[in-house]
């Protein structure tokens, strides 16, 4: 089984200031990791993944991500905050081993971002 | 490039009325296409995938059912809604590469 955990269900940081979102996770092989963020009556927005290879992915609008393997974590981290970043971020897991027609993701319940001018 | 539609954007229905909530996808073939659906509490239930025409996989039994007619097709329905149906439903797909794609949603009240 495959499972997420964010424990946070806010975060409050203010514009300018470094980001950090948490995301740690739980498979029987080795993980695919992805960020998603929702803004309000939105679908989600894909960010960033990891597969494999480097341990730190950058993906969309100034975002990136540690992949820790030993701390099973997958950290969102973004230098310096903006309002526009406010929003609902979703961690996802997959486990890479899983069989042909293992498709699903599953998702964290979500970290409400909240950037303060 | 690839878009993933949804419709209706929202939608009021009564208790015990049917419903039938489509999403299409352009510029891929053969996606693979989910449904999910999210609560006032935020979290993500994955209701229904499939992974060919015809070939539905159901994760949580409940009188929601799914059907796929076309390659790029995926109708959500129910012949009776409930009050605990209310929700944000989400469609999504993913091809080859391993991340999905969500379409823009549809907000079904039930009164």
């Known amino acids: 089984a495959q499972s997420v955990a964010q424990p946070e269900d806010q975060v409050n940081v203010a514009e300018g200031n470094p980001l950090t979102v948490k995301c740690t996770y739980s498979?029987?092989?080795?993980?695919?990791l992805f960020w998603y963020v929702q803004y309000p009556n939105r679908g989600l927005q894909f960010l960033l993944k990891?597969?494999?290879?480097?341990?730190l992915v950058k993906g969309s609008y100034g975002f990136e991500a540690e992949f820790n393997k030993s701390q099973t974590s997958f950290h969102l981290k973004k230098p310096s905050a903006l309002v526009s970043d406010s929003a609902l971020y979703f961690c996802?897991?997959?486990?890479?081993?899983?069989?042909?027609?293992?498709?699903?993701?599953?998702f964290g319940k979500g970290t409400k971002l909240s950037v303060i001018p | 490039s690839q878009t993933i539609h949804q419709w209706p954007a929202t939608l009021v229905q009564p208790v015990g009325s049917p419903l039938s909530l489509e999403c299409t996808v352009e510029?891929?073939?053969?996606?693979?296409l989910y449904w999910y659906r999210q609560a006032a509490g935020r979290g993500l239930q994955l209701l229904f995938y499939?992974?060919?025409?015809?070939?539905i996989s159901s994760e949580v039994p409940q009188n929601l059912s799914a059907s796929r007619p076309q390659d790029r097709q995926f109708i959500l329905s129910s012949k009776k809604l409930l009050l605990s149906d209310s929700g944000f439903y989400l469609c999504?797909?993913?091809?080859?590469?391993?991340?999905?794609?969500f379409g823009p949603g549809t907000r079904l009240t039930v009164t």
């Open positions: 510029g891929t073939s053969n996606p693979n």
């Open positions: 990891y597969i494999t290879g480097d341990n």
């Open positions: 996802a897991v997959r486990d890479a081993t899983s069989g042909a027609g293992s498709y699903q993701l599953t």
């Open positions: 999504a797909w993913s091809g080859r590469m391993y991340e999905q794609y």
């Open positions: 498979v029987s092989g080795n993980p695919y």
């Open positions: 499939s992974v060919g025409i015809g070939q």
